[in-house]
């Protein structure tokens, strides 16, 4: 690792090139602040990693009663190649603030922006532990991606005391869970992307489409609490202490860690698995899993966002 060459490489993107934000420069800062991390794999961990996600998705398929694929793009990555393969998803998702032009300071804009995404992809990169990668906002015909960080599970896998090989089973259950809900919502793409263009579209306008975001939180809570549901209830092998020390994981850490999570946003996505959760075990109790699996019939099926925290609701609507 290289702080003071990170912090280089954003100062000199203000120096030269055009646009808000240089990319070349975001890959290049936020992988001289992470160390890549070894991904030298047994014969024996790589068939477990190929098996994790077999044996996964035949268990998602039987007890979600849902079909679908694993992506033919499966990874087992360092840190540095998720920020790479992450950078071009950024980059995706702000074009149309590349577009919207230069501020009155374009030197300096160019050089705090780049170093915040350099920053967020440096801490992601040295936290995520997999990624179901559905292409949003992608042109072409790309194929959907899975990742898993395998420096960071075998690190989380040892900092939680828990069995490497069950914890990293555990998390391909998480991600195959995530191909489950794409491939049986095959207008889901299309729906998160067009709430995720609204909202991006108004702020570049100097606006803020309350409705777009909130739409697309209900629905990324739906994704990530079905995907909660399914790796517990899917999972061949003993997980409550998988469960509890993850969930500490997710809530602690120090200051800075905590005040990082906070600036990222990461308490959201942390309350959308947990309020998620809650919805989707309710109606497995009540229904069972195959009924939580209708939330993908079509998409008035996603439940409303007051419909998230009175399950009951969503029941009597959609599966009476």
Known sequence: MNFLRS??????????????????????????????????????????????????????????????????????QNRHHWIDANVETFRRVMAPFEEHGPSVFPGVARAVNTGTFALVLSFLGNNVLGQYDPLLLAEGDDEHGLYFVHPNIRRVADSLDVDYPRFRRWIAFHE?????????????????????????DALVDGDLDRDAFAELDTAMTAVEGYAELLMDRAFDDEYEDLRRKLDARRQGGGPIARLTRRALGLGLKRRQYERGARFFEHVAD???VAAASRVWDHPENLPTNAELDAPERWIARVSP
Do not use: C
């Open 176 to 200: 195959v869970a995530h191909a489950a809900e794409f491939g049986a919502a095959p207008w889901l793409p299309t729906h998160l992307e067009t709430r995720m263009s609204r909202g991006i």
């Open 7 to 76: 912090v280089r490489v954003v100062a000199d993107a203000s120096a030269s090139g055009t646009g808000n934000i240089d990319w070349d420069a975001v890959a290049e800062a936020s992988k001289a602040s992470v160390d890549p991390g070894s991904l030298d794999l047994s014969a024996e961990e790589q068939s477990g990693y190929a098996a994790d996600v077999r044996d996964a998705r035949d268990r998602l398929s039987v007890v979600a009663g849902v079909t679908f694929e694993v992506p033919d793009v499966v990874e087992v």
């Open 286 to 288: 009540e229904r069972g």
